[in-house]
């Protein structure tokens, strides 16, 4: 105890804590203490140890579990500038669906790399009966595309503004010439840009020929379409993801099920309509005057090969192409015309049908919801990524596809011969085939229809029948003397 005195004199007892309490808080105080100081001097040798790390990347650092900083992303470098003097602008605008659009840019490519022009990111159709709005930049990865080619033609975002009509400037549109050679180009279009500075394609459909091309400029075709026209990041990762769903659960089969509303109205198909359902189709086909033809008779239009499967004879072709019931089959197709009722006898036929719309979450295909380009575009990367694709129909899909699948290797791509086809199906149905000789038939007819390597059919002034560019772009999957030992010396490919 310690007596103290206070100013006034008054005393005082203070009494002292004991020793031993004051002992253990002095040692609780340096334990708290040395653990703080080590804490520290830990983490800043552990973040210099990580910066030195990232600086000269030794190799004790190799196999260390520790990633915090991920290394830089470095672009692949630019492919060099082509230097040439533009003679002008080349606006498009594209007509018809996607894959219709996706031939048309890569003609209007070349058309632009042949008439040393400058070519505007092109317009997409959004007048058409799907009516979707979405633009370049909302399917395909832009920058890619300009950056892509840059060796090859200049292309810009838009027209610069003193060619805007606000400012006065009328621009030049017409459509050209179906089906053209280099030289309408060059000696038709070319001299036009001497008077107008921008020229507008209106129309953008199959207007450069499949055959008579220099092979120079068939490559750059072939560069759009295979290297070029990449999607947008979205598009791409959804797609990638609906393929390795499929993959993971075996073995698929795309089917390009052209059996929709728009196609069977166009064409004017309606076996295994309803009496209304045809109606409904003839009403549809009067309703767009761009579709020329209006009275059509389906029966001749079928039996002469021209018309979709429907759902219920794609089930028996299957069947008899050796498909069996645990086969997955992913539909490859927008809205089959009338829905379930008319898909009962191929489920019934194959339960392991599925969509995109049953794969994915309805969350992650809002976003593409009324976009019926956007649709496709996930479409179109499950039918090249499939182990078989059989189209239905050899609509622009089909064909477009067809060729990828060529391009990466000959992929098995099953070319239904429908002419023949209706008419053993019209045998077998009236009971003169039996099951199988309608099987064996239906094989033969196909042993050489599966995506093989083949010569492109030409047929002298009858572009429309002869076989189309895309389909079989020949002149970018071989070079030289190679191309004889895969395509054949003897195959001629000319029809006259």
Excluded at 39 to 55: D, P
Excluded at 405 to 429: A, C, M, N, P, S
């Amino acid at each position: 105890m310690e007596v103290v005195r206070s100013e006034s004199g008054v005393r005082s007892e203070k009494i002292a804590p004991p020793v031993a309490t004051v002992i253990a808080r002095t040692k609780r105080f340096q334990v708290w203490f040395i653990r703080v100081c080590s804490s520290i001097l830990l983490w800043t040798c552990l973040v210099q140890l990580l910066t030195v790390g990232e600086l000269w990347h030794p190799s004790f650092m190799a196999n260390t579990t520790v990633s915090i900083v991920k290394p830089p992303h470095h672009p692949p470098p630019l492919l060099p500038l082509r230097n040439y003097t533009s003679n002008g602008y080349l606006k498009v605008s594209c007509n018809g669906g996607l894959n219709q659009m996706r031939s048309a840019i890569c003609d209007m490519v070349a058309v632009a790399r042949l008439l040393n022009l400058t070519l505007v990111v092109p317009e997409l159709d959004k007048t058409s009966f799907w009516a979707d709005n979405s633009t370049f930049e909302e399917i395909f990865d832009v920058k890619h595309f300009i950056d892509s080619l840059r060796d090859e033609v200049r292309i810009v975002r838009r027209l610069p503004k003193r060619f805007n009509r606000k400012y006065g400037y009328r621009v030049f549109e017409m459509p050209p010439v179906s089906w053209s050679q280099e030289k309408y180009y060059l000696q038709q279009i070319l001299p036009l840009f001497s008077k107008q500075k921008v020229l507008h394609f209106n129309k953008t459909d199959a207007r450069l020929a499949n055959n008579g091309i220099s092979i120079d400029l068939q490559k750059v075709r072939c560069r759009v379409n295979f290297q070029a026209l990449k999607f947008t990041p979205e598009i791409e990762s959804l797609g990638y993801k609906l393929v390795r769903i499929l993959q993971e659960r075996g073995p698929f089969v795309a089917l390009h099920l052209r059996y929709e509303m728009d196609m069977l109205a166009f064409l004017g198909c309606t076996h295994g309509c309803t009496k209304e359902e045809a109606k409904e189709l003839k009403r549809l086909r009067y309703a767009y005057p761009w579709w020329r033809e209006k009275e059509i008779v389906s029966k001749e239009r079928r039996s002469q090969g021209l018309c979709p499967l429907t759902p219920e004879e794609t089930a028996l072709i299957l069947l008899a192409l050796g498909f069996d019931k645990d086969t997955q089959i992913y539909i490859a197709a927008g809205e089959i015309y009338g829905s379930e009722r008319r898909l009962a006898v191929l489920r019934a036929a194959y339960p392991r049908i599925v969509r995109k719309e049953m794969l994915l979450d309805r969350g992650e295909l809002q976003q593409f919801q009324n976009h019926s380009s956007q649709m496709a575009a996930l479409d179109f990367m499950v039918s090249i990524a499939s182990d078989t694709f059989i189209p239905t129909y050899d609509g622009n899909m089909a064909k477009v596809v067809e060729g990828h699948r060529r391009y990466r290797g000959f992929k098995k791509t099953i070319l239904l011969d429908r002419k023949r086809l209706v008419e053993l199906l019209d045998l077998h149905q009236n009971g003169t085939l039996s099951w199988n000789e309608f099987a064996v038939a239906v094989g033969s007819a196909h042993e050489k229809r599966m995506g093989q390597p083949t010569r492109r059919r030409v047929i002298a002034d009858k572009p429309k029948e002869e076989d189309y560019f895309y389909a079989n772009p020949q002149e970018c999957l071989c070079e030289g003397a190679n191309c004889d030992d895969l395509l054949g010396p003897g195959n001629s490919s000319s029809i006259r």
